[in-house]
């Protein structure tokens, strides 16, 4: 028994043995570097023959960044690099037990760092990336969240369609989308400068164009907390009519997540900035699936806003569908900001066009949005927000539904019936469906 045992432990550690060696019989290749710096981060790139095991750690006395990188070989020189204007002074590297690569940049700044590789494609190969930010830099940046973590302003951006060269749908009377979206925008702008828990940011001031991927860069620029196109229908038969709300369809979110991840560098851009993780690992799926995550609970977000704007919208226009579309616009791509287009009614209908064309519908239906997206931030306020800490002093609205009485609607918003007649300037309970009901603070 003890000789067979023997010999099978023996088989084990033999094809273990192989196993070991197969992994180590090819070695990666580091064949080139790139040193990029903007502001207070300098990126270096290692170009690979493949994805790599790496490490890092810091040594200090000098400051020093050391990266192990396992199995692999250097086939370029650092030094033709420039360094200027980096924290690095020099970068240089040896060989460790016969078959690893230890890299080392000596440092002239206090830096954090953080590394990621980035799987190769049809036109690049794979990369393992280094990210280093200046310390000093890093605590002013810690102190601007925490600032931010007790009152900022929920930005909203509000995108009038079309503008200069593309007047958009036309109606009777040479009226023009492009004008009546940027009045009606302008109106909803104002609705929320006047909320102090609010920042309305126009994308469009006036009649030119803007390409739709500007639009969202104007968009994020502002650090927009949501994103609004505002448009009108226009359509062969004069008779079609109603207002509609869309979100970015599955598919077009999953496109645009993968257009994402094929333009290389930026998804980590994009994951660091929509979230607080750190992707210090070396684990390129995780950072595929935190993108499509970033991406789905974005369209999350705009399906359950667009519900509350659509339903407010309804008490004011006629709804062309009960519920929010979806569908691949350009404009409401942006991966990490829940975005709508609101089609405010059709143009082409010469009933809507007069009341479109007219300052109090557009007012009616500027408040309608404006109370819609506001509602849907009383009930959802976003962490470190002055509306979250202020949420207790709201006044939110209730549109009454078929079956609501004022003593339940009282008891649901935990106030009184009186405070809400009271609030609404009603003289009598009687109350209307699709009537729409400020609600006190509870
Ligand atoms: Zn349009």
């Not at 390409?211 to 448009?231: E, G, M, Q, V």
């Amino acid at each position: 028994m003890q000789y067979f045992f023997s010999l099978s432990l023996f088989r084990t550690m033999t094809a273990l043995l192989f196993y070991l060696l197969s992994i180590y019989a090819t070695s990666a290749e580091i064949n080139s570097l790139r040193v990029s710096q903007s502001g207070d981060r300098t990126r270096v790139v290692f170009d690979l023959s493949e994805v790599v095991r790496h490490s890092l750690i810091f040594l200090e006395k000098p400051d020093r960044l050391v990266i192990d990188v396992a199995n692999t070989t250097v086939e370029t020189t650092f030094d033709r690099t420039s360094l200027i204007k980096t924290p690095i002074s020099k970068i240089r590297y040896g060989v460790r037990s016969g078959r690893d690569v230890r890299i080392v940049f000596d440092l002239t700044d206090k830096v954090t760092a953080k590394s990621f590789i980035l799987n190769g494609n049809l036109d690049s190969k794979d990369r393992l990336v280094i990210d280093l930010t200046l310390e000093s830099k890093n605590i002013s940046k810690t102190v601007e969240k925490i600032l931010e973590r007790t009152d900022r302003k929920i930005i909203v951006a509000i995108d009038a369609g079309h503008g200069g060269k593309d007047p958009g749908a036309s109606g009777p009377n040479r009226l023009r989308e492009k004008k009546i979206v940027l009045q009606i925008a302008q109106k909803i702008e104002k609705l929320f400068d006047q909320n102090p828990h609010f920042d309305g940011v126009l994308v469009r001031t006036g009649d030119y164009y803007i390409d739709h991927r500007k639009r969202t860069a104007i968009a994020r620029d502002n650090n927009a907390d949501f994103f609004l196109s505002i448009h009108a229908d226009g359509f062969p038969d004069p008779r079609a009519y109603g207002a509609s709300v869309y979100a970015l369809s599955t598919q077009g979110a999953t496109s645009e997540a993968a257009r994402y991840l094929e333009s290389s560098e930026n998804r980590y851009d994009l994951i660091g900035g929509a979230s607080d993780l750190n992707i210090d690992n070396q684990d390129v799926m995780l950072s595929d699936v935190l993108v499509d995550l970033v991406m789905s609970a974005t369209l999350r977000s705009s399906l359950d806003a667009g519900a509350y704007v659509l339903k407010n919208m309804g008490t004011v226009a006629r709804l062309h569908k009960k519920k929010v579309e979806q569908a691949a616009f350009l404009v409401l791509k942006s991966p990490d900001i829940p975005s709508l287009l609101i089609e405010t009614g059709f143009i082409s209908n010469p009933k809507e066009a007069k009341l479109l064309d007219s300052d109090r519908y557009q007012q009616k239906m500027a408040q309608a949005i404006y109370d819609g997206l506001y509602s849907y931030y009383v009930d959802w306020p976003p962490v470190g927000t002055s509306l979250a800490s202020n949420i207790d002093d709201l006044v939110r609205f209730h549109t009454v539904s078929r079956g609501d009485t004022l003593s339940e609607i009282a008891l649901k918003y935990g106030t009184s019936v009186t405070k809400i007649l009271r609030l609404n300037n009603l003289s009598s309970k009687v109350i209307r469906i699709g009537q729409k009901l400020s609600i006190p603070p509870s």
